[in-house]
Each structure stands twice: as structure tokens, then as C-alpha cells.
């Protein structure tokens, strides 16, 4: 190095080896599957839809099991799946289950 000016371009040629979710996209991983726009996101922080109690009574909550199962039924018929599931889980429960989805396909194909 003969100059600050040479360093810094040295840094910035280094910084730009770094691969992140700033500049990039990682093929696989449950991270990647969590990066919804903003827009698509907002109709769930409605105050109507975001605020029920998890202890709320089942007379209070009819509106939503119906939407539930409606999606369930609706992913389903779309998946060709026995039973879809909407809880919460951890992006690798997701990727076991494609995983586990996708053996079954290859051994019932022998």
C-alpha cells in the first residue's frame, strides 16, 4: 500500500466480496421464505384482524377458524397434500417436512 486513498479502495474491493441479504439472496434457507414486502404483510396488522386473544372464547372466534380452514381446504386441493397445517413453526420444520414430502414422492416411485 502506498496511500490512504489505496487502503480504502482496498477495504471497499473487500466489503464488496461480502455476500449478505443486503446485496443478495441465499438459494435455500427459512430466512429467505420471511422476506415479504411490507405491503403484502400490513392487511395482517389490521386492528379487525391482528388483535385476537389467544384465550379468546370459541363463540369469538368463529370468523377466524372459518377462515382457517377455508385456506386449509383451498392448499390442500392445491398441494395435493392430505392435511395442510397454518401453525407457526421454524423455518427447518419447513424444510424437513419438503425434505420428508420429497422422499415419499421417490420411494412411492420405487
Not at 474491493?13 to 441465499?26: E, V
Not at 438459494?27 to 389467544?54: D, R, W
Not at 380452514?69 to 398441494?79: D, G, Q, Y
Amino acid at each position: 500500500m502506498q496511500s490512504e486513498t489505496e487502503l480504502m479502495r482496498y477495504i471497499h474491493k473487500l466489503s464488496d466480496k461480502d455476500y449478505g441479504l443486503a446485496n443478495g439472496m441465499i438459494p435455500l434457507g427459512s430466512c429467505t421464505m420471511k422476506l415479504n414486502s411490507a405491503v403484502v404483510m400490513m392487511p395482517i396488522t389490521y386492528p379487525g384482524f391482528a388483535n385476537l386473544h389467544p384465550f379468546a372464547p370459541k363463540d369469538q372466534t368463529q370468523g377466524y377458524n372459518y377462515m382457517i380452514k377455508e385456506l386449509e381446504m383451498m392448499l390442500s386441493a392445491i398441494t395435493h397434500y392430505d392435511k395442510i397445517s397454518l401453525q407457526p413453526n421454524s423455518g427447518a420444520n419447513g424444510e424437513f417436512a419438503g425434505l420428508t414430502a420429497i422422499m415419499k414422492y421417490h420411494q412411492s416411485r420405487g
